[in-house]
């Protein structure tokens, strides 16, 4: 099938197979109309052969050599070429997303998609209604995530926290250390952060907010205070230690290698061990989105409680990201496509960060229904 999809990619044999699995298919359907004229007329169909879309010849030519670069690559195998298919592109793309999944393995909390865009040499995409050939010169891969959730994990932490003082407070630590350079999270810590910007013009609390709209009328300020999410509000809806967890507080790597194989709760040790296997992963590229509006790839949204205010701050996040400009995107490079050993070393370096996301993965679904 590799090979094929070789030869299809060359030549013009494609077009002529399928028109004549088409004059095959509408011939037998002619002929048994005619033996059995008392029986229902079956309805036409198309081949397996015959595409389900046209491709312009002329994007055709340029897909079939992003195609083959991938082949090159080792980017593509031919198992997850499908025995029938329209446009090279497209099922690269497929074949791309495939081999993440594969990769990854079973996720149960995080939905990555990927995305795999050929650009131009004039350094735009095609435009249907251009005659001239198209050349493509290099390919946009980007990551990002389906469709982030709330996971509520402070009863967790909590009970972890009263197991083993700092037990709970180092977790969160290396999951907001290490999910920056892997895979955002919107963590309680970062909902404080964000509030200084969103609602105290970059202040510590609100009163600088209050008194740019209210002035000194005390009703208006406490009518605004109410509503608004204030520090006050911010301070009592977390822990002290989950908020910025101070360095004193965090467990000692050996005391963590300890509750791995020591702790009498089964859901500790594991915890333990993960976070631990977290930890010491070395990923250090992490990801600066070239935009000036504010970035909002986050994979998760990881809440204290089912109504906190990490929620309530997340969605006005997005909602004042959504007035200029954005980036929800939490990978983005480009490689051109004469240098397939670029693509190599990339899908090689990306093991490390896989064995990461299912570390988050598998830690964000044991804080979340563990106990």
């Known amino acids: 099938m590799f090979d094929a999809m070789e030869n299809l ?11 004549t699995a088409i004059g095959t298919d509408f011939a037998a359907v002619a002929g048994t109309a005619a ?17 389900l879309s046209v491709v312009p010849c ?52 995080l939905r990555p998609y990927f995305s795999l865009t050929a650009v131009t040499d004039a350094g735009g995409y095609p435009s249907v209604s251009r005659k001239e050939p198209v050349r493509y010169y290099k390919v946009d891969i980007c990551w990002g995530e389906c469709r982030e959730q709330q996971w509520v994990v402070g009863d967790a932490l909590e009970t972890l926290e009263r197991q083993q003082a700092g037990f709970g407070a180092m977790v969160l630590d290396v999951l907001r250390e290490k999910n920056r350079f892997v895979y955002p999270l919107f963590t309680p810590d970062l909902a404080c952060d964000v509030a200084s910007y969103v609602y105290w013009c970059g202040e510590e609390n609100e009163e600088v907010a209050l008194d740019m709209e209210c002035g000194d009328n005390e009703e208006e300020r406490e009518a605004m205070r109410e509503d608004m999410v204030t520090r006050k509000k911010l301070d009592e809806a977390f822990p002290a230690w989950a908020n910025a967890t101070p360095r004193k507080r965090r467990l ?19 915890i333990a061990a993960d976070v631990l296997a977290l930890a010491a992963l070395r990923i250090e590229d992490e ?72 570390l988050l993965d598998r830690l964000i679904d044991r804080l979340s229904t563990g106990y």
């Open 287 to 358: 990801f600066h989105p070239d935009v000036d509006g504010e970035y909002i790839g986050f994979g998760a949204v990881l809440s204290w409680r089912e109504d906190d205010l990490t929620v309530r701050v997340y969605d006005d996040l997005l909602q004042l990201a959504h007035q200029s400009e954005f980036c929800d995107r939490m990978v983005e490079l480009e490689i051109v496509l004469d240098a397939p050993q670029a693509m190599r070393g990339w899908q090689s370096a990306m093991r490390v960060r896989f064995a990461a996301i299912r």
């Open 9 to 19: 990619l060359s030549t013009g044999e494609r077009g002529d197979r399928s028109s």
């Open 35 to 51: 033996s059995a004229v008392n029986h229902a007329l079956p309805l036409p169909r198309l081949a397996g052969a015959i595409p």
């Open 252 to 270: 000692p790597r050996a005391a963590l290698a300890r509750l791995a194989q020591d702790a009498a709760d089964p859901l500790a040790r594991d």
């Open 58 to 109: 002329r994007l055709a030519a340029a897909n079939a050599a992003v195609a083959r670069f991938l082949i090159q690559a080792g980017a593509v195998r031919e198992g997850d070429i499908p025995v029938a298919w329209d446009d090279a592109l497209q099922v690269c793309e497929r074949a791309l997303d495939t081999w993440v999944k594969r990769e990854l393995g079973a996720l149960h909390c």
